[in-house]
């Protein structure tokens, strides 16, 4: 099933997910697709085709009962579990992610603390976790049992890191780093550059 949804159906999931929680919020208990298309600036026919890819979850004249789709799609992205994170960098962004209260209302936590200056290792963050060496990466992260990494380093040593993540056992990287990495295909990489995106902007003012 995974094979055979399209990564940008999956990635609509989540804009999914977050529009069911606002109207929750509001004390609705019923949507339609042309509701959360009209919200998403999303075709009531694409919202219905994605979610066909998984069965069906709501009738025709009907709609769609909030908590029961919400419970869905929690299912399908693998969200009725806590995730732990190991977090490898902690300057200003990664200072900024560990005080960051969305990972853990959404069921993320980060687990572990990496940086390689030695004024931060063996000191303790905000939230009381110790901050380790780089060279603890492997041990830290195959006895937390943790899948999911975010790397907030400089371009230059990050895909080294990635490696070295990836060999101990990581299969879903959150890259801030400026750079492209090259890891084998079974391993999930989503890279957020603040400046790239800025650029795309760029060109429409």
Same mark, same amino acid.
């Given at each position: 099933?995974q094979?055979?949804?399209?990564?940008i159906?999956i990635?609509?999931l989540p804009?999914?997910?977050?529009?069911?929680?606002i109207?929750?919020?509001?004390?609705r208990?019923v949507?339609s697709?042309?509701?959360?298309?009209?919200?998403?600036?999303?075709s009531?026919?694409?919202?219905?085709?994605?979610?066909s890819?998984?069965g069906?979850?709501g009738k025709?004249g009907?709609?769609y009962?909030?908590?029961?789709l919400?419970?869905?799609?929690?299912? *399908?992205?693998h =969200?009725?579990?806590?995730?732990?994170? /190991?977090?490898?960098?902690?300057?200003? %962004?990664?200072? &900024?992610?560990v005080?960051?209260n969305?990972?853990p209302q959404?069921?993320?936590?980060?687990?572990?603390?990496?940086?390689?200056?030695?004024?931060k290792?063996g000191?303790?963050?905000?939230?009381g976790?110790?901050?380790?060496?780089?060279?603890?990466l492997?041990?830290t992260?195959?006895?937390e049992?943790?899948? *999911?990494?975010? =790397?907030a380093?400089?371009?230059?040593? /990050?895909?080294?890191?990635?490696?070295? %993540?990836?060999? &101990?056992?990581?299969?879903?990287?959150l890259?801030?780093?400026p750079?492209?990495?090259?890891?084998?295909?079974d391993?999930?990489?989503?890279?957020?550059?603040?400046v790239?995106h800025?650029q795309?902007?760029?060109?429409?003012?």
């Amino acid at each position: 099933m995974q094979e055979s949804v399209p990564g940008i159906v999956i990635g609509r999931l989540p804009i999914y997910l977050r529009a069911l929680a606002i109207l929750e919020q509001e004390g609705r208990e019923v949507t339609s697709s042309q509701e959360l298309g009209k919200r998403l600036g999303i075709s009531s026919a694409q919202i219905r085709k994605d979610l066909s890819h998984f069965g069906e979850f709501g009738k025709q004249g009907t709609g769609y009962r909030i908590s029961f789709l919400q419970g869905k799609l929690k299912e *399908i992205l693998h =969200l009725n579990q806590n995730w732990p994170i /190991a977090l490898i960098g902690f300057g200003d %962004l990664g200072h &900024a992610l560990v005080q960051y209260n969305g990972f853990p209302q959404k069921g993320f936590y980060i687990q572990a603390v990496f940086d390689n200056d030695p004024e931060k290792v063996g000191k303790s963050t905000i939230n009381g976790m110790i901050i380790q060496h780089p060279s603890e990466l492997a041990e830290t992260i195959r006895r937390e049992g943790v899948k *999911i990494a975010i =790397l907030a380093v400089p371009a230059g040593v /990050a895909q080294k890191l990635a490696e070295t %993540l990836v060999k &101990a056992g990581i299969r879903a990287l959150l890259n801030y780093a400026p750079i492209t990495l090259s890891l084998p295909p079974d391993v999930q990489v989503q890279n957020i550059d603040p400046v790239v995106h800025l650029q795309q902007m760029t060109y429409y003012l």
